[in-house]
């Protein structure tokens, strides 16, 4: 199953080397896999991971999130403008055992109130209003520190850019996997530990 539509279906223009200077590697949740593309960066933040149109990783790697939400239940705050990914990614983080804050507008998330931890933020870069990241950068300048998950169907030079403001600790490119989005999640909540 994957999650999102492309917004292109020609070659991406981004090489492994593209981002912060990643290395393209096949692991996800610790494991080598052939059938998962997956960069981790160097950087602001060393271990940024990017998961790009990824495949099914190995079948274990769904334990560790079962694990991680048994022992708590953190808050994984959704923005995205597109309704049927929006009920979709809410539908299989909700089955998954977190619980889901979703928006559809970045305003309508302003006027609520955020965790200050356990919790993490899975974030569109193209919203109306404003871009995912100048929302990150409006949260950050109100003194929210979570980890950030950037979600993206775009593949060019000038969305890498904009995405590197936000520092987040995923990217995922539209379409992504269920295990792509999990493994970005347990990366996220474990960054949202040290916050």
């Not at 960069?39 to 149109?53: M, Q």
């Not at 009920?87 to 979703?102: D, K, N, T, Y």
């Not at 309508?108 to 955020?114: D, I, Q, S, W």
């Not at 950050?140 to 403001?165: F, K, N, S, W, Y």
Request: glycine fraction near 8%; include cysteine.
């Amino acid at each position: 199953m994957h999650i999102g539509r492309p917004l292109h279906t020609g070659k991406s223009d981004l090489g492994p080397t593209d981002i912060a200077g990643c290395g393209l590697l096949g692991i996800v949740g610790g494991r080598e896999t052939n059938r998962t593309k997956v960069r981790f960066c160097e950087g602001p933040n060393p271990a940024t991971l990017i998961v790009v149109n990824a495949a099914k990783p190995a079948s274990d790697a769904t334990e560790t999130w079962s694990l991680l939400v048994a022992e708590r239940k953190p808050v994984l705050i959704l923005v995205e403008d597109d309704p049927s990914v929006l009920r979709a990614l809410r539908r299989l983080m909700v089955s998954a055992g977190f619980e889901v804050r979703a928006f559809d507008r970045p305003r309508v998330l302003l006027a609520g109130r955020m965790p200050k931890s356990n919790a993490c933020l899975i974030v569109d870069v193209h919203l109306p209003e404003m871009t995912g990241v100048e929302l990150c950068e409006v949260l950050a300048a109100g003194g929210c520190r979570l980890p950030v998950i950037m979600i993206t169907g775009h593949q060019d030079q000038a969305t890498a850019e904009l995405m590197r403001r936000a520092d987040p600790v995923a990217i995922l490119f539209k379409p992504f996997s269920r295990e792509a989005l999990l493994a970005a999640i347990s990366k996220a909540l474990t960054a949202a530990t040290r916050v």
